[in-house]
C-alpha cells in the first residue's frame, strides 16, 4: 500500500505525485530545504476560499440581515493575516490589545473591528475606543461602567454588544465550551445577570446597546446547540422589546465551527450551517414577534485551520518493549507541544502522512512525538505510518492552522516555526523562525532599584 494524503484534512491546494506533496504548487521537500523545518506552511488560496465561503454563505442565508462575518484572530493572526481579512470583505473579531495592535499595523478598518475579552483592562479598551473600533462585546458589569466613562470623557459613543451564556452545552471539549452556567464568559440568562446588564448598560448615554453576542464552544460539529443558543438570544430580543418598546438590530451567534482533522471526522459546510441558522432565527423571530436582527458570526478555526499543515523531519526512531511484552514504534520529529500544544490539552486527534517520497513498505502503529523534556510531548498517540520512516523523512500534520501557530511556545527554549505562505508555485516567510538571539534578547542584565517608600 503507498502512502496517500486524504483530501479531507490536507489544503485544498495538495497534490501528490510520486509520495511528494504539494501544498499551492511548492513541493513539501523543497520548502523545507528553502525555509527548514519545523514550519508552518499556510495555502493562502485555502485561506480566502474559506473566508469567501463563511461570508457568502452568511450572506446568502441572512440576505439583508446579513451582518459581518468576523474572522476570529485568536486562531491565527498576522498582519498578512489582516490584509487577506480585509480584502475578502470580512471583519475581524480581536480579544486583546496584542491582537488589536496587529490589526492596527496593518491599518484594518477600525468600524470592522469587534472586540472581545473577559478582563479587558483600562488600556485595551482605551486603545480600542481611540481606534474607533466598531464594536465592543462587553462582559462584566465592571467593564460596562469602564467602557462608559472611557467614552463618555472621549466624547463617543461607542456600541456594545453585551456577551450572555446562554446555558447550553456544545458536546466539546470541557476546557473549549463556553457556554454552560459555570463559566467566567458573558452574563447568564438563567440567573438574570443578562438583564442586570441590559439594565446597567442603558442607564449611560455613552453606550449603545446594540443587541447580544454569544459563543458556545470551540471544534462543535452538533448544530443543534448554535439553534438554542440563537433561540434563547431571541428570547432575550424580544424581553427587550416589551420593556424599552424598540427592537435592538443585532445579533453575534460567534464561532465555533468544528473542521476535519481525521478521516471519520465529517463536518457540515458553511452553507449548510448558516441556512439551518437562518431557518431557526427566522422562526424564533415569528414566534417573539420581531423583525429579524443583523446576524454576525465568528468562524476562526473553519477559515484558516484546514489552510495550515505544520512540516517536521523526522529525528529518531525507537522501539520500546511495553510491559505486556508488546512493542511500541515511537517516531521523534523535530517541533512538538512547543508547536502544538492542542494534543496534549485536549486530547486533540490529527492525522500525518510521509510527504518526501513514496513508500510500498507495509503500515506500522506509531507513536510520533517531539523533542521536548516531558513524556507527554506527544503529536499524535497512535497512527498507521509506512514502517520505513527513518531519520531526514519529511512528516506533515494537517489541519494544523487555528491555534497552532497562536498557542506555540517556548518551552525547553524551544525557537516558535516559521509560518510560509504558499500560493500558486511561490512560497514567502510571513512569520520568521525565532532564534535563540531572540529568545536571549528578552534578558535584561538590570541594577537593583530600591523598590520601598
Ligand atoms: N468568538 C469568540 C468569542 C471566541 O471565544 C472564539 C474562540 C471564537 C469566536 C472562534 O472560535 P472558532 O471558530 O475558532 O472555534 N484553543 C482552543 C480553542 C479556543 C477557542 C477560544 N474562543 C483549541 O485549540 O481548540
Known amino acids: ?101 496587529v490589526a492596527k499595523a496593518a491599518n484594518f478598518p477600525a468600524e470592522r473591528i469587534e472586540l472581545h475579552g473577559n478582563n479587558k483592562s483600562e488600556e485595551e479598551i482605551a486603545d480600542a475606543i481611540d481606534y474607533r473600533v466598531g464594536t465592543i462585546v462587553v462582559d462584566s ?61 442603558t442607564k449611560h448615554d455613552s453606550l449603545s446597546l446594540q443587541g447580544f453576542h454569544a459563543h458556545i464552544g470551540s471544534q462543535i460539529f452538533v448544530s443543534d446547540a448554535f439553534e438554542t443558543s440563537a433561540a434563547r438570544l431571541i428570547e432575550m430580543l424580544s424581553k427587550y422589546k416589551a420593556q424599552f418598546g424598540v427592537e435592538l438590530p443585532e445579533l453575534d451567534l460567534g464561532g465555533g465551527y468544528g473542521i476535519a482533522y481525521v478521516d471519520g471526522d465529517d463536518p457540515s459546510d458553511a452553507n449548510q450551517i448558516m441556512e439551518k441558522l437562518s431557518k431557526t432565527v427566522t422562526a424564533e423571530c415569528g414566534k417573539n414577534n420581531l423583525a429579524v436582527p443583523k446576524i454576525s458570526i465568528e468562524p476562526g478555526r473553519a477559515i484558516v485551520g484546514p489552510a495550515m499543515i505544520t512540516l517536521y523531519e523526522v529525528g529518531t526512531t525507537k522501539e520500546v518493549v511495553l510491559e505486556d511484552g508488546s512493542k511500541r514504534w515511537y517516531v521523534s520529529v523535530d517541533g512538538g507541544m512547543s508547536d502544538n500544544l492542542r494534543t496534549a490539552l485536549y486530547d486533540a486527534e490529527y492525522s500525518i502522512d510521509l510527504v518526501n517520497r513514496i513508500s510500498t513498505a507495509p503500515l506500522r502503529m506509531a507513536r510520533v512525538v517531539g523533542k521536548h523534556c516531558e513524556t507527554g510531548d506527544i503529536v499524535i498517540n497512535d497512527v498507521q505510518l509506512p514502517s520505513d520512516i527513518v531519520p531526514g523523512d519529511l512528516l506533515a500534520t494537517p489541519a494544523t492552522g487555528a491555534y497552532g501557530r497562536s498557542m506555540a511556545n517556548n518551552y525547553n527554549h524551544m525557537v516558535r516555526p516559521p509560518v510560509i505562505s504558499v500560493f500558486n508555485q511561490t512560497a514567502r516567510t510571513i512569520i520568521r523562525r525565532e532564534s535563540y538571539a531572540d529568545l536571549l534578547a528578552l534578558e535584561v542584565d538590570e541594577k537593583p532599584r530600591r523598590i520601598a517608600e
Not at 485555502?46 to 451582518?67: E, I, P, V, Y
Not at 462575518?69 to 480584502?87: D, N, R
Open 1 to 101: 500500500m503507498t502512502n496517500m494524503f486524504n483530501p479531507k484534512v490536507w489544503p485544498s491546494t495538495t497534490t501528490e505525485e510520486f509520495g511528494v506533496i504539494a501544498v499551492g504548487g511548492c513541493s513539501l521537500p523543497v520548502l523545507a530545504r528553502e525555509f527548514g523545518t519545523p514550519a508552518f506552511i499556510l495555502d493562502e488560496a485555502d485561506f480566502k476560499l474559506r473566508a469567501a465561503q463563511w461570508k457568502s454563505a452568511l450572506d446568502k442565508h441572512f440576505g439583508d440581515n446579513a451582518g459581518t462575518a468576523y474572522y476570529a484572530a485568536k486562531a491565527f493572526i498576522s498582519k498578512e493575516i489582516v490584509h487577506w481579512v480585509e480584502q475578502s470583505g470580512l471583519g475581524l473579531d480581536v480579544c486583546t490589545g496584542g491582537e488589536l495592535a
Open 141 to 201: 458589569l465592571q467593564e460596562i461602567e469602564r467602557v462608559a466613562k472611557n467614552a463618555h470623557n472621549k466624547g463617543v459613543v461607542q456600541k456594545v454588544l453585551l456577551r450572555l451564556t446562554p446555558g447550553v452545552d456544545a458536546h466539546t471539549h470541557e476546557a473549549i465550551s463556553t457556554a454552560h452556567e459555570d463559566v467566567k464568559f458573558g452574563f447568564s440568562i438563567a440567573s438574570g445577570a443578562a438583564w442586570d446588564a441590559v439594565l446597567a448598560t
